[in-house]
């Protein structure tokens, strides 16, 4: 069974940082794009950040770009998202999602369409004050 468990939100104030991790069990980091999205209230989910497990490329929503940093550690089955300079408009609870790159799977088309990832972790809340 997959799961993913998402750890590191909090409470932090604007110009902080935070890292985030997500755990992931029952597979392994072949073959996986791993992505990081957000929601904040009355907000549509929004994808932040990806990396693909095949070939280690990353990609980042232009709200994120220079600021925020996804690496992954197959050792440990785990992706991170480091935030760094988070503005309050960075508060929401953030997801970790996965699925297998497929044949049908793009990495430009649908990094960041949350309909195309199967597996989702419960969240973590990230607050930023002003």
């Known amino acids: 069974e997959v799961q993913l468990v998402e750890s590191g939100g909090g409470l932090v104030q604007a110009g902080g940082s935070l890292r985030l991790s997500c755990a992931a069990s029952?597979?392994?980091?072949?073959?996986?794009?791993m992505g990081w999205f957000r929601q904040a209230p009355g907000k549509e989910r929004e994808g932040v950040s990806c990396?693909?497990?095949?070939?280690?490329?990353?990609y980042y929503a232009d709200s994120v770009k220079g600021r925020f940093t996804i690496s992954s550690d197959s050792a440990k089955n785990t992706v991170y998202l480091q935030m760094d300079s988070l503005k309050p408009e960075d508060t929401a609870v953030y997801y970790c999602a996965t699925r297998r790159i497929t044949t049908i799977w793009s990495m430009t088309v649908h990094r960041f369409k949350s309909g195309r990832y199967d597996y989702w972790g419960q969240g973590t809340q990230v607050t930023v004050s002003s």
């Open positions: 990396i693909s497990s095949s070939d280690g490329s990353t």
């Open positions: 029952g597979f392994t980091f072949d073959n996986y794009a």
